[in-house]
């Protein structure tokens, strides 16, 4: 018998008795058993918070970034071994491929958003600095900084791959420890990955544990340091939430609850339209992969009345050709629920719903399963309800069956069609399929706040299109009310959710060293080398260079508008630039000002500087006249390095002021400098 063992404190713990049965979805059989009694919950907080929390955090936001590279690459090349033990979730291939690749492709998108979005630094800028003095001497910045906590991960039985990964992804590139406790029905799976976790030597020790069974004590050893995040029912994450430890130290506690996620269909989408299509088979799709088990899934199908029977016969066709059984066998196209007891549940919410809905399609008590059947393992029939009077008794606003079931409901005009949308009293995701951009404004205007998410859906993107129910790292996953309220993901605003805001106020140097950044104002040093030959390693924040000045001609405007072609009549006709209210004569263009900067300020010799690949936040602060006097000031800005590259990302900050000394233009250059300790490499 295979015994689910618990990673604790850097060691892998077997209970010795409390076990309950993990059931093979398919045949019934037991597949593993599970208990965590004997855990230190306790031991376990502390582990995290000394050892893992002093791993990651030794670590900057791009060195984390790599690590998670480096487990995802480990991973897909175990990714067999996950697949054969999908199986016994009830899992068909499509329902495994989510799961498992999707789950280490949330840490790829994390690895390459940390080394694109992030600093190579410990601390994230958040925001530009605010200027809260009259000349600039002490300025306000929001700084993250990573809690020194651990995260505690309550992850549901539906997801037990993706559902670990797509939280630890934003976890430990915060450089925060994580203790995963996933749950029990499929916990197996989850229990594989996380071995193959720690085989990989990839992660620092402490970062990750792992709790397989109960949590006994743990939620209430929290303090405000450490965060949960909780995916699950909302019944059971509002209990969790309002534990008494969780409200006194008000422990950060994000929750994504399942939740009675719509799509509407637009009354221009008729059936001889491709939405109409679109909109039928993502209504299967949505009821059919991983069985309907999704906290995404489309539970109210929200359609124009005078297309209900259309609908309705279009999705029943379409759900007639769905084999439901043993995934093993290539014809099935849906497999199980993850267990017996939520076949059970399912059951129990359709015969609810079915007092104020009629079933259109399935039994929801019976299903011919191919290679299997429904007494040993937890299969269903996809089931279609319909509802003719949503505005009056309606359960399918408030009671989810959390399996492949949906409920067509109809309306009369968009209004009615948002109201019935939020009526779900807030949910992870709603989506529109229409043809008609001004239909499918007037629903997200109406319904947007009800949702985490809104995907719209027409011809022009459907094929490139991730679908109504599929969460993507690069945006959030989470929604109002009965959603849980809270968000996951998101890209980089995910990782703040590990972080403490905090907003520092001093002067711009004492700023400048704390973030790694030039602030405006701060002190700049000089340096005996032109800044464009000096290694990556040589520069540093806050050397400046000061150029000569060079003074702006007639001849110079009227030069670069023949080579530009830019013949604008502010710097081509004197008259028409003295009527225009900014001007007092010709200008000179701004883009020569940009082009006669770098004249100014770069080294043409060959030197570390490889290249310059762009520009921001440029702005043209006051008109150049014929006469005025230009000065540059060049500022190391920022620094990322990019690791096992051979060079560095430079930024400087560019100041171009008058004879007056006022400041003409500003904005950022981008550069590419080489290492002087690692050779330069193109992979």
Same mark, same amino acid.
């Given at each position: 018998?295979?015994?689910?063992?618990?990673?604790?404190?850097?060691?892998?713990?077997?209970?010795?008795?409390? #076990?309950?049965?993990?059931?093979?979805?398919?045949?019934?059989?037991?597949?593993?058993?599970?208990?965590?009694?004997?855990?230190?919950?306790?031991?376990?907080?502390?582990?995290?918070?000394? =050892?893992?929390?002093?791993?990651?955090?030794?670590?900057?936001?791009?060195?984390?970034?790599?690590?998670?590279?480096?487990?995802?690459?480990?991973?897909?090349?175990?990714?067999? %071994?996950?697949?054969?033990?999908? $199986?016994?979730?009830?899992?068909?291939?499509?329902?495994?491929?989510?799961?498992?690749?999707?789950?280490?492709?949330?840490? #790829?998108?994390?690895?390459?958003?940390?080394?694109?979005?992030?600093?190579? /630094?410990?601390?994230?800028?958040?925001?530009?600095?605010?200027?809260?003095?009259?000349?600039?001497?002490?300025?306000?910045?929001?700084?993250?900084?990573?809690?020194?906590?651990?995260?505690?991960?309550?992850?549901?039985?539906?997801?037990?791959?993706?559902?670990?990964?797509?939280?630890?992804?934003?976890?430990?590139?915060?450089?925060?420890?994580?203790?995963?406790?996933?749950?029990?029905?499929?916990?197996?799976?989850?229990?594989?990955?996380?071995?193959?976790?720690?085989?990989?030597?990839?992660?620092?020790?402490?970062?990750?544990?792992?709790?397989?069974?109960?949590?006994? @004590?743990?939620?209430?050893?929290?303090?405000?340091?450490?965060?949960?995040?909780?995916?699950?029912?909302?019944?059971?994450?509002?209990?969790?939430?309002?534990?008494?430890?969780?409200?006194?130290?008000?422990?950060?506690?994000?929750?994504?609850?399942?939740?009675?996620?719509?799509?509407?269909?637009?009354?221009?989408?008729?059936?001889?339209?491709?939405?109409?299509? &679109?909109?039928?088979?993502?209504?299967?799709?949505?009821?059919?992969?991983?069985?309907?088990?999704?906290?995404?899934?489309?539970?109210?199908?929200?359609?124009?009345?005078?297309?209900?029977?259309?609908?309705?016969?279009?999705?029943?066709?379409?759900?007639?050709?769905?084999?439901?059984?043993?995934?093993?066998?290539?014809?099935?196209?849906?497999?199980?629920?993850?267990?017996?007891?939520?076949?059970?549940?399912?059951? +129990?919410?359709?015969?609810?719903?079915?007092?104020?809905?009629?079933?259109?399609?399935?039994?929801?008590? /019976?299903?011919?399963?191919?290679?299997? @059947?429904?007494?040993?393992?937890?299969?269903?029939?996809?089931?279609?309800?319909?509802?003719?009077?949503?505005?009056?008794?309606?359960?399918?606003?408030?009671?989810?069956?959390?399996?492949?079931?949906?409920? &067509?409901?109809?309306?009369?005009? &968009?209004?009615?069609?948002? +109201?019935?949308?939020?009526?779900?009293?807030?949910?992870?995701? *709603?989506?529109?399929?229409?043809?008609?951009?001004?239909?499918?404004?007037?629903?997200?205007?109406?319904?947007?706040?009800?949702?985490?998410?809104?995907?719209?859906?027409?011809?022009?993107?459907?094929?490139?299109?991730?679908?109504?129910?599929?969460?993507?790292?690069?945006?959030?996953?989470?929604?109002?009310?009965?959603?849980?309220?809270? %968000?996951?993901?998101?890209?980089?605003?995910?990782?703040?959710?590990?972080?403490?805001?905090?907003?520092?106020?001093?002067?711009?140097?004492?700023?400048?060293?704390?973030?790694?950044?030039?602030?405006?104002?701060?002190?700049?040093?000089?340096?005996?080398?032109?800044?464009?030959?000096?290694?990556?390693?040589?520069?540093?924040?806050?050397?400046?260079?000061?150029?000569?000045?060079?003074?702006?001609?007639?001849?110079?405007?009227?030069? #670069?508008? !023949?080579?530009? *072609?830019?013949?604008?009549?502010?710097?081509?006709?004197? %008259?028409?630039? %003295? $009527?225009?209210? #900014?001007?007092?004569?010709?200008?000179?263009?701004?883009?020569?000002?940009?082009?006669?900067?770098?004249?100014?300020? =770069?080294?043409?010799?060959? *030197?570390?500087?490889?290249?310059?690949?762009?520009?921001?936040?440029?702005?043209?602060?006051?008109?150049?006249?014929?006469?005025?006097?230009?000065?540059?000031?060049?500022?190391?800005?920022?620094?990322?390095?990019?690791?096992?590259?051979?060079?560095?990302?430079?930024?400087?900050?560019?100041?171009?002021? !008058?004879?007056?000394?006022? =400041?003409?233009?500003?904005?950022?250059?981008?550069?590419?400098?080489?290492?002087?300790?690692?050779?330069?490499?193109?992979?």
């Amino acid at each position: 018998m295979n015994i689910l063992k618990s990673f604790a404190k850097g060691q892998w713990h077997q209970a010795t008795d409390g #076990f309950k049965n993990c059931n093979h979805a398919i045949t019934g059989q037991v597949v593993a058993q599970i208990s965590s009694a004997g855990l230190d919950f306790s031991g376990m907080l502390d582990y995290g918070r000394s =050892v893992g929390q002093k791993s990651l955090q030794k670590m900057t936001f791009h060195e984390r970034a790599l690590m998670l590279k480096e487990l995802a690459l480990y991973l897909l090349s175990r990714k067999k %071994e996950f697949y054969a033990l999908s $199986r016994a979730t009830g899992a068909t291939k499509v329902d495994s491929w989510i799961d498992i690749e999707g789950g280490i492709g949330t840490l #790829f998108v994390y690895s390459g958003k940390g080394r694109r979005e992030l600093p190579d /630094h410990h601390i994230l800028i958040d925001g530009p600095p605010e200027h809260i003095s009259p000349n600039g001497t002490f300025l306000g910045q929001h700084i993250c900084t990573s809690l020194q906590g651990v995260a505690v991960h309550i992850n549901a039985f539906n997801f037990p791959c993706w559902g670990m990964l797509e939280k630890l992804a934003p976890t430990l590139l915060a450089g925060v420890p994580a203790i995963v406790k996933p749950a029990s029905d499929t916990a197996y799976l989850t229990e594989l990955m996380f071995q193959a976790m720690i085989e990989s030597g990839v992660l620092p020790e402490g970062a990750v544990q792992l709790i397989c069974g109960s949590t006994g @004590n743990l939620l209430d050893e929290l303090t405000c340091q450490d965060v949960v995040a909780f995916t699950g029912s909302a019944s059971t994450g509002q209990y969790l939430k309002s534990k008494p430890n969780i409200t006194a130290n008000a422990v950060r506690f994000t929750m994504e609850a399942d939740s009675l996620n719509c799509s509407i269909l637009t009354p221009d989408a008729t059936p001889d339209t491709p939405e109409f299509d &679109l909109y039928v088979k993502e209504v299967v799709k949505e009821m059919t992969v991983k069985s309907g088990q999704k906290c995404t899934a489309i539970r109210r199908a929200i359609v124009p009345a005078n297309l209900m029977d259309a609908v309705g016969d279009a999705i029943s066709a379409r759900l007639a050709k769905i084999t439901v059984g043993d995934p093993a066998n290539e014809t099935v196209r849906m497999g199980a629920l993850a267990s017996k007891a939520q076949q059970t549940e399912v059951r +129990e919410r359709v015969a609810e719903l079915a007092e104020t809905c009629d079933i259109l399609y399935g039994n929801p008590d /019976h299903i011919e399963a191919i290679d299997g @059947n429904d007494q040993d393992g937890a299969f269903i029939s996809p089931v279609l309800l319909r509802n003719n009077t949503p505005f009056g008794e309606c359960l399918a606003h408030d009671v989810e069956a959390f399996g492949p079931v949906s409920t &067509l409901m109809p309306y009369d005009s &968009l209004e009615q069609a948002a +109201e019935l949308a939020n009526r779900g009293q807030g949910s992870l995701v *709603g989506s529109v399929f229409g043809h008609n951009d001004a239909n499918i404004s007037e629903v997200v205007n109406r319904a947007a706040c009800f949702h985490g998410r809104m995907v719209l859906i027409n011809r022009d993107c459907a094929k490139e299109s991730s679908g109504h129910g599929s969460p993507l790292p690069h945006l959030v996953h989470g929604g109002p009310g009965r959603a849980g309220g809270g %968000e996951e993901m998101g890209g980089i605003r995910g990782v703040k959710h590990y972080m403490q805001r905090t907003a520092l106020q001093g002067s711009p140097t004492t700023l400048m060293r704390i973030t790694e950044k030039y602030m405006p104002k701060a002190k700049t040093t000089s340096t005996e080398k032109h800044p464009f030959q000096l290694h990556y390693e040589e520069l540093q924040v806050g050397q400046a260079l000061t150029t000569e000045s060079r003074t702006i001609t007639l001849e110079d405007i009227e030069d #670069f508008a !023949n080579l530009s *072609g830019d013949r604008f009549y502010a710097h081509m006709d004197q %008259e028409a630039a %003295e $009527r225009n209210p #900014f001007f007092d004569g010709r200008v000179a263009h701004g883009y020569f000002i940009v082009s006669m900067a770098a004249g100014l300020f =770069v080294a043409p010799e060959e *030197g570390p500087v490889l290249a310059n690949y762009g520009l921001d936040d440029l702005r043209f602060t006051e008109p150049v006249y014929p006469g005025d006097e230009i000065t540059i000031q060049l500022t190391c800005k920022q620094k990322s390095y990019r690791r096992g590259k051979g060079y560095g990302e430079v930024r400087w900050d560019l100041q171009a002021t !008058n004879q007056d000394d006022v =400041v003409v233009a500003a904005y950022d250059i981008l550069t590419m400098v080489a290492s002087n300790t690692e050779p330069f490499s193109e992979d």
